[in-house]
């Protein structure tokens, strides 16, 4: 059995971050429910135990608290933020409680690094965000550290592997944080560094197997990197108990739907069932010219049609696959304001289990974006997939403006596709965000051979961004751009011009509708 370390979850938005990191540490982890039994951690044979931070008072009528016996189990204990105030409140020391919180940065004066500093420099910048602080230490205790605002900013009962910190080391804004966990997990708690992206894969498919037993499972698949994963996973997992429904809605780039075909249902044998809806999702459109009535039309439509087969394929089916992520915490940019604001929602299918009784099973759950391109490709996806940039769930029914026609699509699919070889050849593909064409209803006059010739108009958007919530137009070589632009005026029939969008976001979105 792996190492583990448990994480006691107080409903800190970073206990999934804290998790992450403790992975990035090569070590196994599990998030428990705060209040998991002490006999239950032991059962479980864990190394050692984080306390997560979390909003409340240790003081609150509804505060969370661990079982006491968690502090007698001989392993180690690293509190964070509340993990601390919960460590004084429970072994004896004082917790001041404030009703404001301290937020934001701080910088941290190391006096003792002992094992938890080991290496790391004597002073360090840190994030805070608590209400409580802690004003006397418990028997055993010495401060390691202070900080501004604190003479107990990190403390340690080293005789019994204690050891708290009030500010996140989780998160990016703490300077040197992971190997402060690091230091953690293997000078005080023994972690052997050996859990692996295959440990984690062969761990996963024993917990999907003993979930689905017999059962059979349904899963979407968009041919995007987290649906793509999930079904490598749930297929390395249970085989041909696995049935993947691909929607064509007609709003696909070119070559999508074969790609798509040669690679699950040919190269991994993957039970595929592809739906043509196409013909209904473009009538669905027909005549609707506004943005936001476009993507419910097809949010719709796409729900519908994903029933429905569902229920022609499944009819015994218990289980409903997802490629969930935990929701993207942006940890690259700046952290300030609530971390609770830098959460993404992910998209499901609605309330479609429940009305179809299914059962979701969701193997990527506890996992960030980078993680599952690495378990996507050690599954051996290829490059083009585990890499693939973002695209819309809405499909290219965002990217024409205007109506939605088959002739519009075409043009813009054929655009597209020239403007993807061509970010891929120059590798440009791999270094942006996004890179897609737009279709502009504007008919613009050109002169082709001896012709004057009336067509429409391509933009290019191509821009870089850490996380989509804010993006700049990418600065391509010139040859580059000339290149593209030439090829798609020579070679797609309808386009007589063709425009780069050079606005940042904000103001602008990234996708133009
Ligand atoms: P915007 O246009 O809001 O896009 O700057 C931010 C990121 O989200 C993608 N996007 C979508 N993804 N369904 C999706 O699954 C949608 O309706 C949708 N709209 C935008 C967009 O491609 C970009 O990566």
């Known amino acids: 059995m792996a190492q583990t370390i448990a994480v006691l979850d107080f409903g800190s938005q970073l206990t999934q971050v804290i998790a992450r990191r403790i992975r990035e540490c090569q070590t196994y982890s599990k998030i428990y429910h705060f209040a998991t039994p002490a006999a239950q951690l032991r059962a479980d044979g864990v190394i050692g135990i984080i306390l997560s931070g979390g909003p409340q008072s240790v003081y609150a009528k509804t505060a969370p608290h661990p079982d006491p016996e968690v502090f007698k189990l001989g392993v180690p204990v690293l509190g964070i933020c509340y993990g601390v105030q919960l460590m004084g409140h429970f072994l004896g020391g004082t917790v001041a409680h404030s009703k404001q919180r301290e937020y934001g940065h701080g910088h941290l004066t190391i006096q003792k690094p002992g094992k938890l500093f080991a290496q790391l420099p004597r002073k360090l910048r840190i994030w805070n965000s608590h209400g409580d602080k802690l004003t006397k230490l418990p028997p ?76 059979r499972v349904l899963l979407g698949l968009s041919g995007g990197v987290d649906s793509s994963v999930a079904a490598a996973l749930l297929h390395r997992a249970i085989g041909k108990q696995l049935t993947c429904v691909f929607v064509d809605n007609g709003l696909l780039r070119k070559g999508e739907r074969d790609y798509v075909e040669a690679l699950y249902a040919r190269n991994f044998k993957i039970d595929l069932r592809i739906v043509d809806a196409s013909k209904l999702f473009l009538r669905r459109l027909k005549g609707v ?86 378990v996507g490709a050690t599954l051996g996806l290829p490059k083009e997939v585990v890499w693939r940039q973002p695209f819309p769930g809405p499909g290219l029914g965002v990217r024409v403006m205007g109506e939605i026609t088959a002739q519009n699509l075409e043009i813009l699919r054929n655009a597209d596709a020239v403007l993807q070889e061509e970010m891929q050849a120059s590798g440009y593909y791999w270094k942006v965000w996004q890179s897609f064409a737009v279709f502009l209803p504007v008919k613009t006059v050109g002169v082709f051979g001896d012709e004057r010739t009336y067509d429409y108009v391509i933009a290019l958007r191509i821009v870089e961004s850490t996380d989509a919530m804010t993006a700049d137009w990418a600065k391509l070589p010139y040859e580059l751009l000339q290149r593209i632009s030439s090829r798609i005026t020579n070679e797609v029939r309808g386009v007589s011009r063709v425009v780069l969008d050079v606005s940042s976001k904000p103001p602008a979105t990234i996708e133009w509708e």
């Open 289 to 374: 010219t506004e943005p936001e009535q476009k993507r419910k039309i097809i949010g719709r439509t796409f729900v519908e049609v994903f029933e429905k087969t569902l229920k022609q394929i499944g009819r015994k089916a218990e289980f409903l696959g997802q490629g969930t992520l935990y929701p993207d915490v942006i940890e690259s940019v700046s952290i300030a304001g609530n971390p609770a604001a830098l959460i993404k929602t992910h998209h499901n299918v609605g309330g479609l289990p429940a009305r179809m009784k299914l059962k979701l099973i969701e193997p990527l759950r506890e996992l960030f974006k980078d993680e599952v391109r690495h």
């Open 140 to 215: 055993g205790f010495v401060a390691l550290g202070v900080s501004e605002n604190s003479p107990y900013a990190a403390i340690a009962d080293v005789k019994r592997g204690f050891y708290g910190i009030q500010f996140h080391p989780e998160v990016f804004h703490t300077e040197r944080g992971v190997d402060m966990i690091r230091n953690f997990l293997v000078g005080v708690c023994g972690a052997q560094q050996d859990w692996t992206t295959k440990d984690f894969i062969a761990h996963a498919v024993e917990e999907i197997r003993a979930k689905v037993g017999k059962g």
